[in-house]
DNA sequence: ATGGGTGCAAATAATTTGCAGGTAA
DNA sequence: TTACCTGCAAATTATTTGCACCCAT
């Protein structure tokens, strides 16, 4: 096993091209209707098949939506940061976070708990939609 | 609309009780298979709504695991907090981290977000199980 | 040629919802 | 009594898996 690298396939380049082209995180649903209406065709499980091998290898970054939905995202900096997430427009912006990480290690560290993980995501609403904020569930129906 | 408490039932009592007892988070679907065992027999959806509500009134936490199953549990403080899990035994500690929340609300206003709230959770392996780490998925099962 | 990649359909799984009947207030 | 609560069953939704077929290597 010498780190087999995945298949080079039009389907994957594809799925690669919609997630650089996506302004925020898009989910594998996402990815699929955006890959439909473009004409190219790709199987649903095509996506999460390979959405899940990228997310493995470290090429994009995924993280689970308060509504249960994992998200995918092409990140920038291959470094380790967070993300900011706007509620309406999903659009997001990576920061960094050196105190939170100092500090995930130092609250682990002090009751004695190893192979430190952190999950940290800081969601609002970005100023081009302050206005239309979400109210709870239903409104933001903007497709 | 007076700020309408939700009827005391059985089952509500039920619920509540079964998630004091737990050591550590505890699904709806964990707290229904507690409860037929220990006798007492409460639906599958009504545990789901009442924990649902729990959770709105701020009366216990929600959290959701990476793997996409919500857990709940009672916690101590009612203040805000966050919380430091073993990937092995599910036992949690709960812990403040002012330095997150300073660093979360700063991102944010730095790129003009509003409405903001954050997700934020530390992993890993307590040291009653630093033997025993979770190789990925399938060793754990323990009941 | 061959084995990994693909995709359809069916299988899982967690959670939600419709609706009839029970019960706390 | 009455509105809210309960719970069964069916519906939803996101994601996974079986399996036959196709293509990059």
Same sequence: chains 1, 2.
Avoid: N
């Avoid at 080079?8 to 699929?32: C, M, P, V, W």
């Avoid at 091998?53 to 308060?66: F, M, P, Q």
């Amino acid at each position: 096993m010498t780190t087999s690298a995945p298949r080079s396939t039009r389907q994957r380049a594809a799925i690669k091209a919609a997630l650089d082209a996506a302004e925020g995180f898009k989910s594998a649903q996402d990815i699929h209707a955006d890959l439909r209406s473009t004409g190219g065709s790709v199987g649903l499980t095509t996506v999460y098949r390979a959405l899940q091998s990228l997310a493995d290898s470290g090429e994009i970054d995924a993280l689970r939506k308060d509504d249960g939905e994992t998200v995918y995202r092409q990140c920038s900096t291959p470094v380790h940061h967070h993300h900011l997430v706007c509620r309406v427009c999903g659009r997001s912006v990576e920061v960094e976070g050196p105190e939170v990480e100092r500090w995930a290690d130092e609250v682990a560290r002090q009751h004695g708990f190893t192979s430190i993980s952190h999950q940290v995501e800081v969601f609002g609403t970005c100023p081009l939609h302050a206005a239309e904020q979400v109210p709870d569930e239903g409104t933001a129906r903007g497709d």
